[in-house]
């Protein structure tokens, strides 16, 4: 059995969302708290007639607990090993895994009943990320459930959360593994640096739409702007575009790129890299290229930042539309949270109309099927892009 320290009650009505298998109970429902848990306890949650409500990770601040269980039953020490298996299954049943592809995100948060934990795959080593105390307490546990999970398909597992959590070490809890490490991503061959490298080291959520933009790339000229591991550049080359530039802001990303395309069996005059701004790269090209991706970070992490995220995300992608060749193509992705697909949609025609020319859609693009987002957390989805022809 999970040991708890305390329950929770909530005010009356205030069940409703948790009654709707919203997993984050916030400060401001709550009545009171019986006993003096400290952050990471697991603790009960109760309405305020006293009827079990669920079980889950203490932590002082706005999101108060965030819940693994909705049953008013103690959960016992199987829960992550059944909660792991569950999302291996759906990655198997939907394909996610196969002979081309052997890194994949196993756990993501909430969309897979683990609020606070990040799992991903790259070929034989997990990489754990913790973004709450409770995921950090458990994490030898859940190392565990991964390693009953995964069994043989991995040695190493790879705990990272020092850069998530104040009192979290990098460190391994299971075997050892030198980086860079070699991942195949549909036949894409990239070096995976999970100690190094930005997150757990990868961009697993673009997979999907990297395969698109291979479709389209045979015989073009290909832009990737905020290239980070050259994703989107190499797809482009395998898939025989005529010209790849890759740009990134860091020379670390951009080397990192370099040595991506250099796997893969190409030439360098194939590519070419430039580490600088990407809005000083487009501020001087005009109908230069057929096809340009803009993944930029989050230019909102926060609520307060988004007027000033959605002047960034309009002046890029009006760069942009300048930047491409008539009848071409543009990927363009946002992945703030708190810039929802509509304002992101939104802000996406105002640049159209001030570049004054023809655009059309041609499809909406989000996270892929490793990346799930539960219906009763609408809050997980991130990832929105659209595919821009523009005339
Ligand atoms: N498209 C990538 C992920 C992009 S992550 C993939 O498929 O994996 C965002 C990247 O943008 C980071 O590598 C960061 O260094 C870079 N970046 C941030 N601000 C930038 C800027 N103003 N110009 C160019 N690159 C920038």
């Known amino acids: 059995m999970i040991k708890t320290t305390a329950t929770v009650f909530l005010k009356q009505g205030r069940e409703a969302s948790v009654k709707r298998f919203h997993p984050w109970v916030f ?46 039953i103690v959960p016992d020490e199987k829960i992550y090993a059944e909660k792991i298996k569950a999302a291996y299954n759906q990655r198997a049943f939907t394909k996610v895994i196969s002979e081309h592809t052997n890194c994949f995100r196993l756990v993501h948060g909430e969309g897979d009943g683990l609020p606070g934990m990040i799992i991903d795959v790259y ?10 105390v409770g995921m950090h307490n458990d994490r030898h546990r859940i190392a565990e459930a991964i390693k ?21 070490e990098n460190e391994y809890l299971l075997g050892m593994s030198t980086v860079p490490h070699v ?18 080291g990868f961009f697993l959520d673009q997979r999907e739409n990297r395969k698109l ?19 989107f550049s190499v797809y482009a080359l395998n898939a025989g575009a005529s010209l790849v530039h890759s740009v990134d802001a860091s020379a670390k990303a951009i080397d990192l790129t370099r040595r991506n395309i250099e796997l893969n069996g190409f030439d360098p005059l194939q590519h070419e890299c430039f580490a600088v701004d990407t809005f000083d790269f487009l501020k001087d090209k005009k109908d230069q290229y057929d096809v340009i991706i803009l993944d930029p970070p989050a230019f909102a992490k926060h609520k307060d930042a988004k007027h000033q995220a959605m002047k960034g995300y309009q002046r890029l992608n009006a760069e942009a539309m300048r930047a491409v060749k008539s009848n ?19 802000t996406v025609v105002s640049a159209a109309l001030q570049s004054g020319r023809e655009i059309k859609v041609l499809d909406h693009l989000c996270q892929p099927a490793d990346h799930p987002v539960s219906m009763y957390h609408p809050e997980g989805e991130y990832l929105k892009g659209l595919v821009l022809y523009v005339s």
Not at 149 to 168: R, V
Not at 183 to 200: A, L, M, P, R, S
């Open 27 to 72: 400060s401001g429902a709550i009545e009171r708290i019986d006993g003096t848990p400290t952050d990471g306890d697991w603790v009960e949650v109760k309405d305020s007639r006293k009827q079990g409500l669920g079980y889950g990770h203490y932590q002082k601040g706005t999101i108060t607990v965030r819940l693994l269980s909705f049953s008013a």
């Open 123 to 132: 070929n034989g080593v997990a990489v754990m990320q913790a973004h709450t």
């Open 148 to 168: 009953e999970t995964l069994f043989d398909t991995i040695h190493s597992i790879y705990y990272k959360s020092q850069g998530t959590l104040q009192s979290a």
């Open 183 to 200: 991942v195949t991503e549909h036949g894409n061959k990239f070096y995976i640096d999970w100690e190094e490298g930005q997150k757990t």
């Open 213 to 231: 933009l291979g479709e389209m790339s045979k015989g073009v000229s290909v832009l990737n702007t905020f290239c980070y591991t050259g994703g």
């Open 328 to 346: 071409g193509i543009i990927f363009t992705f946002s992945c703030s949270q708190v810039v929802d697909k509509q304002l992101f949609y939104d």
